[in-house]
Each structure stands twice: as structure tokens, then as C-alpha cells.
């Protein structure tokens, strides 16, 4: 192992445009999106790799998990999240910043890895950038006490992005070949990396993904403004993130059929008691509450 090196693997975002699905246990080459994540920093000698994110039923105990306070906070949140569950006394010299939803982390990992000996001494980090080097902050290499003093100059991250905790960092942005930082935002992002790398299964397919894969990115927002119209709701009777929030949560705590029922539940239990955006986001907390201690 490198003990110049760890990582840190952000797996706890809301997957929005998936329906809330449980996005790094979607599988790919025969595994899934999380373990292939952490199987490519431990090839490339992460001494520890530390996963944000709520950890499956099988999860694994050669990473430590952790969670952004509150769930959802962002990823730069998740990132502060991750330093602070390590000693800073036991720091790597560099830390892997990886999303858990990269179709090529065996590629982005070494190419990281054997880039950074090549750095000015003065470098803070490197990033690849896709193909109009734009940076893809979490395919990158950082200087772990850059990254903690950064983390430091705020008391609260929630919200905020991976850019403006990065941004005063003396960062080396790298085009990589073209696709190498892909990641999977999309059902179609999902077919598309089956394809690529050879292993699109139907069957598998079939089972984990909806009638909707095919349709673009911003069907939720016109079907829900459609739902909107038809039934005359406002703008903030249906919000949609904090809908997707309670049926992941209900997906992973209790099983993935609650999840619709428990949306319905809320929008029932707060119609009843007059029906406002706040009434709305009260059950809907509720039931999140629930789901997150249930057992059965």
C-alpha cells in the first residue's frame, strides 16, 4: 500500500433524475457502481477509503461510512464529511476524491495516480476535465491538508459545491481522453455504459430500469407540471426533490413498493390538515423519521 494516499468515495446524492433509485448499487461490468469505485482506489494503493453515503445491508467493512449531516447536504458537505471521519494525525499525504457513479474509475484512478509525481511541489490537486476541460472536481488528487484547510475556512457546507470548497486551491486541471470522466446521471447513462463496456444484459436491465429510461432528463419537471395543471396545484404544492427525498429514504429503510405508497400517505395526511407546502414537507419529514428507524 501507498500510505502517501486515501480516499474519500461521495455515494449519497439524491439521484433525482433516477427516481431516487439507490444509484451506486446499480450494476455495471458485473458489479456495482459503489464497489467498483472502491475497487479502483484500492488498486491504485489507497491506504484507507472512507464511503459517504448510507451504506447497503451487505456493506463492506474494509471501508469506513460515513454520513453528511444533514443527508443530502451536497457534496462538498459529503467531502468535509469524509476528512473529518479520519484522524488528522494519521492524514495521507494525497486524498482521491471519486463519485461513486463513474463508468471508467479503473481508468480515472492510475491516470490520477501516475499523474501526480509529475506535479510542481507549489500544486494542490488535479482534476481531469472532460472534453472541453471543463474540471471534474470528483475525479481528482488533492493534498489532504489543502483539503482540510479549506474545509476549515466555513462553519457549514450545506448546500454549497464541490467548486467553492476547491476554489482557492492551486488545482492542475487535466484533459482526459475523451469519455474517461463519464459518469451515470440517467437511465440512459446507464444503457450507454452497459454498451460500452459490453455487458448489457436484458434481463438485468429489465429489472432495474424503468419504462422511463428512455425518456429525456426534464420528463419528471413537464409531467409534474402537467399533474399540476390537471389537478390545480400551485408551485409549491409538488415539490418534487422533497417527494424523491422521502421515496429514497422509504427504499432503502423499508422496501422499495413503500416507497409510492408512503408519498401518497403524505400527501393525504397533509391534505387533511389544510394542505400547505409546510403541512406537506411536516408529513413527508415524518415519514422520512420513520423509515430511517424502521425496522421490521
Keep these: 500500500m501507498n500510505a502517501f494516499l486515501g480516499a ?30 472502491i475497487d479502483a482506489a484500492d488498486a491504485v494503493g489507497a491506504a484507507s477509503v472512507v464511503v459517504v453515503g ?6 463492506r467493512q474494509d471501508v469506513r461510512w460515513v454520513r453528511e449531516e444533514p443527508a443530502f447536504a451536497g457534496p462538498a458537505a459529503a467531502i468535509v ?42 500544486t494542490e ?31 457549514d457546507w450545506r448546500d454549497a459545491p464541490v467548486r467553492a470548497l476547491l476554489d482557492d486551491l492551486a488545482i492542475a486541471v487535466v ?26 444484459d436484458p434481463d438485468t436491465a429489465k429489472k432495474e430500469t424503468p419504462m422511463t429510461e428512455h425518456l429525456p432528463p426534464e420528463a419528471l419537471d413537464d409531467w409534474a407540471e402537467a399533474v399540476r395543471v390537471q389537478l390545480g396545484l400551485g408551485p409549491e404544492d409538488l415539490p418534487i426533490a422533497v417527494i424523491l427525498d422521502l421515496a429514497g429514504e422509504v427504499a ?5 413498493p413503500a416507497a409510492p405508497l408512503s408519498a401518497f400517505a403524505a400527501g393525504l395526511a397533509a391534505g387533511r390538515t389544510g394542505g400547505s407546502p409546510e403541512q406537506v414537507r411536516d408529513a413527508v419529514a415524518q415519514l422520512a423519521r420513520l423509515a430511517n428507524g424502521w425496522q421490521r
Excluded at 484512478?109 to 509529475?118: F, I, K, Q, T, W
Excluded at 489532504?144 to 484547510?149: Q, V
Excluded at 432503502?252 to 422499495?256: F, H, S, T
Design 8 to 37: 474519500v468515495v461521495l455515494a449519497g446524492g439524491r439521484a433525482s433524475r433516477l427516481g431516487g433509485t439507490t444509484k451506486p448499487q446499480l450494476t455495471l461490468a458485473g458489479a456495482t457502481l459503489l464497489d467498483r469505485t
Design 54 to 59: 448510507p451504506p447497503p445491508e451487505d456493506a
Design 81 to 122: 464529511a469524509g476528512l473529518a471521519a479520519t484522524d488528522p494525525a494519521d492524514d495521507p499525504e494525497w486524498t482521491l476524491l471519486l463519485a461513486s457513479d463513474l463508468v471508467f474509475p479503473d481508468a480515472v484512478a492510475p491516470r490520477l495516480v501516475g499523474d501526480v509525481p509529475l506535479l510542481p511541489s507549489d
Design 125 to 155: 490537486g488535479l482534476c481531469l476535465g472532460d472534453g472541453s476541460s471543463r474540471p471534474q472536481w470528483l475525479a481528482g488528487v488533492y493534498r489532504t491538508a489543502a483539503l482540510r484547510r479549506a474545509a476549515a475556512t466555513a462553519a
Design 175 to 200: 484533459r482526459a481522453p475523451d469519455g474517461v470522466v463519464r459518469d451515470i446521471d440517467t437511465w440512459q447513462d446507464l444503457d450507454d455504459a452497459r454498451r460500452l463496456r459490453g455487458d448489457l
Design 252 to 256: 432503502r429503510g423499508v422496501a422499495r
